[in-house]
Nanobody, 120 residues
Framework: QVQLVESGGGLVQAGGSLSLSCAASGIIRSINAMGWYRQAPGKQRELVATITTGGNTNYADSLKGRFTISRDNVKKMWYLQMNSLKPEDTAVYYC??????????????WGKGTQVTVSQ
């Protein structure tokens, strides 16, 4: 079975940086796209950034310039580098991917999330 696991969350002060990682495991034929989302308490889950296997990226307008998404297709991992962090960035961050496995095509998978807390 396919599983996604996030890592790298923690506590950081405003203006600091943090890097998150996501690792995909299981029987995977292909990964079409990878992404990061976040959800703050009392708010809806929102898109942070996405990246295709070919390297095309897309960011939420409010985060563009501060966050950078990247990927390693061989390792089946993708990352989120967060700079100039603000208290409003505090949330649970989830990685996700559109994955084709054996007998299943283009299924959406999610990690369980990692907490990022930005203090003032």
């Amino acid at each position: 079975q396919v599983q996604l696991v996030e890592s790298g969350g923690g506590l950081v002060q405003a203006g600091g940086s943090l890097s998150l990682s996501c690792a995909a495991s299981g029987i995977i034929r292909s990964i079409n796209a990878m992404g990061w989302y976040r959800q703050a308490p009392g708010k809806q889950r929102e898109l942070v950034a996405t990246i295709t296997t070919g390297g095309n990226t897309n960011y939420a307008d409010s985060l563009k310039g501060r966050f950078t998404i990247s990927r390693d297709n061989v390792k089946k991992m993708w990352y989120l580098q967060m700079n100039s962090l603000k208290p409003e960035d505090t949330a649970v961050y989830y990685c996700n991917a559109d994955i084709t496995s054996i007998g299943r095509y283009g299924q959406d998978y999610w990690g369980k999330g990692t907490q990022v807390t930005v203090s003032q």
